[in-house]
Nanobody
Framework: QVQLVESGGGSVQSGGSLRLSCVHSGYTSDNYCVGWLRQAPGEEREGVAAIKGEGYTTYADDVKGRFTISRDEAQNTVYLQMNNLQPEDTATYYC?????????????????????WGQGTQVTVSP
């Protein structure tokens, strides 16, 4: 059974940084797509970044240059480094995974469709 556990959320001021972690278990395939998505109150869930294998990454336009997704397979962990955080980044951030790695970009930008989800971690950015 695939399980995803997020951590690293918190409260920061505008311009600050946070690193989210997603520890995964239950799968080992490099073809899995692992994504970070977020949902603010009253808003739809949206994709932030996704990674597949060792070299494929994709990002939402409004986080490019500020957020970096990476993975450490020895630790079964996918990270989201978030720099220059802004109040509009405030949301609950979810880690998600899906075995359909060839659909990674589509899954991320659709914001839904990932098969497995974590419980979420809150990120709050104050002005």
């Amino acid at each position: 059974q695939v399980q995803l556990v997020e951590s690293g959320g918190g409260s920061v001021q505008s311009g600050g940084s946070l690193r989210l972690s997603c520890v995964h278990s239950g799968y080992t395939s490099d073809n899995y797509c692992v994504g970070w998505l977020r949902q603010a109150p009253g808003e739809e869930r949206e994709g932030v970044a996704a990674i597949k294998g060792e070299g494929y990454t994709t990002y939402a336009d409004d986080v490019k240059g500020r957020f970096t997704i990476s993975r450490d397979e020895a630790q079964n962990t996918v990270y989201l480094q978030m720099n220059n955080l802004q109040p509009e980044d405030t949301a609950t951030y979810y880690c998600a995974a899906d075995s359909r790695g060839d659909m990674c970009t589509l899954l991320l930008h659709a914001g839904v469709g990932f098969h497995y989800w974590g419980q979420g971690t809150q990120v709050t950015v104050s002005p």
